[in-house]
């Protein structure tokens, strides 16, 4: 997913909004988004876990961390243990501002082509994996907060799902 993103870089000239291809979302998360005056955005749910429970028995099984202290994103992506280690839940919406974008792609490009991340290899690295770099080494990544309104579609048993608000 990142590998793919990056080869339009040469398009990346504005701001820009990255949407998984598996996610529907009210129109008013995209604007609130768009909204963000952030340099790197991402759109976290905190009613995730209504959502989660539609979708499958134990929403723990499916669920990734994410932690946030002092309105920015610290953790995310990681297999939690307990519920208290997501206090939202990333859903594949994120924005990074025209303002940081050659630094973000300039950040790819040096990553390390040879390492493991999260045991994905460089070109199969997962986006969470990319956004916890950034986190770590580039900038703070904060949290534009929705309380439901999209839904995830990974399985047929999904299109079932109604958009919580």
Request: charged fraction near 30%; proline fraction near 2%; aromatic fraction near 10%.
């Amino acid at each position: 997913m990142v590998s793919t993103l990056f080869c339009a870089k040469d398009f990346m000239d504005d701001d820009l909004i990255i949407s998984y291809a598996d996610i529907v979302y009210k129109k008013e998360i995209l604007k609130k988004l768009i909204e963000s005056k952030e340099d790197f955005s991402v759109v976290v749910d905190r009613n995730w876990k209504e959502l989660w429970s539609q979708r499958m028995g134990n929403p723990l099984e499916d669920a990734e961390t994410l932690k946030i202290r002092e309105n920015k994103i610290i953790e995310l992506g990681k297999k939690p243990k307990f519920y208290n280690e997501i206090e939202g839940q990333y859903i594949g919406l994120i924005k990074i501002s025209k303002n940081v974008l050659t630094k973000v792609i300039d950040f790819y490009n040096n990553l390390d082509k040879n390492k493991l991340y999260d045991g994905k290899d460089f070109n199969n690295m997962y986006m969470t994996s990319f956004i916890q770099l950034v986190i770590d080494k580039l900038m703070e990544v904060k949290p534009v907060f929705i309380d439901g309104g999209w839904v995830e579609l990974d399985t047929i048993e999904d299109l079932s799902v109604r958009i919580v608000q």
